[in-house]
């Protein structure tokens, strides 16, 4: 597997899971497989993300350079084989790429309600499904606890479900989220090792997009394909 996480220096990348699930435009297919380096021969595939659970298995074969026909409604794209290029959007999300040594690979967007949803561990699953032995994963820049300021009936339900780990306390001293810790649980309850983490949060960093932070509408993307 490998895995290309673009910021704020690459530009915005929201395009990418609009325009009916295609490309934008060819200067953009263009711009990203420069960027990232993915093959020419290898399919981009997208989703429209909704911070659920939804898990969709892409096939490929739809020819090099476009994503799906319909970009479906979903939060984790899972691919069974070699030939696809999946793709995640985020601002403050945690970008999650998962691999596995038979070349099952995926991709999955993360806030707080996918996680409660199970989106990582559906994820896992439906890779497994698919003959991956052993799930890995790589976890990507993501708000932190420092800068993700959360309601107190709303961390008491994260903390139900994803454990203590998840309660945290911004630098101003307010109840906060940690969403890595609840990623981290979250692929140990799915039986996946996590093989790296970035130590970024996107709210404090002037090198990611950050919805919470800045009110940004551009994204940034997290790619993830088999070499």
């Not at 996918?114 to 990507?140: I, N, Y």
């Not at 890595?180 to 002037?206: F, H, K, N």
Request: net charge negative; hydrophobic share 45%; proline share 4%.
């Amino acid at each position: 597997m490998l895995a290309y996480w673009t910021g704020r220096s690459e530009g915005d990348l929201s395009a990418l899971g609009s325009a009916g699930g295609r490309l934008a435009t060819d200067a953009l297919q263009v711009r990203v497989r420069r960027t990232a380096g993915i093959p020419a021969d290898l399919a981009v595939y997208a989703m429209h993300q909704v911070h659920g659970s939804g898990v969709v298995i892409v096939e490929g074969g739809e020819g090099a350079g476009c994503l799906a026909s319909a970009a479906p409604e979903a939060d984790a794209l899972v691919a069974p084989r070699g030939g696809s290029c999946l793709v995640v959007l985020t601002a403050d999300c945690a970008p999650i790429a998962l691999g596995s040594p038979e070349g099952v690979h995926g991709v999955v967007h993360a806030g707080w309600k996918g996680l409660l949803a199970g989106v990582v561990e559906k994820a896992v699953g439906a890779m497994r499904e698919l003959g991956a032995s052993e799930v890995f994963a790589a976890l990507g820049p993501c708000v932190h606890a420092c800068c993700y300021e959360f309601s107190s009936s709303d961390l008491d339900q994260a903390a139900l479900r994803l454990g203590g780990s998840v309660r945290g306390t911004t630098t101003g001293g307010e109840p906060a989220m940690d969403l890595p810790a609840g990623v981290r649980e979250a692929l140990r309850a799915s039986g996946a090792r996590l093989a790296w983490e970035a130590d970024a949060c996107t709210a404090c960093s002037p090198e990611w997009f950050s919805y919470r932070a800045s009110g940004d509408v551009q994204r940034q993307a997290l790619l993830v394909w088999n070499g």
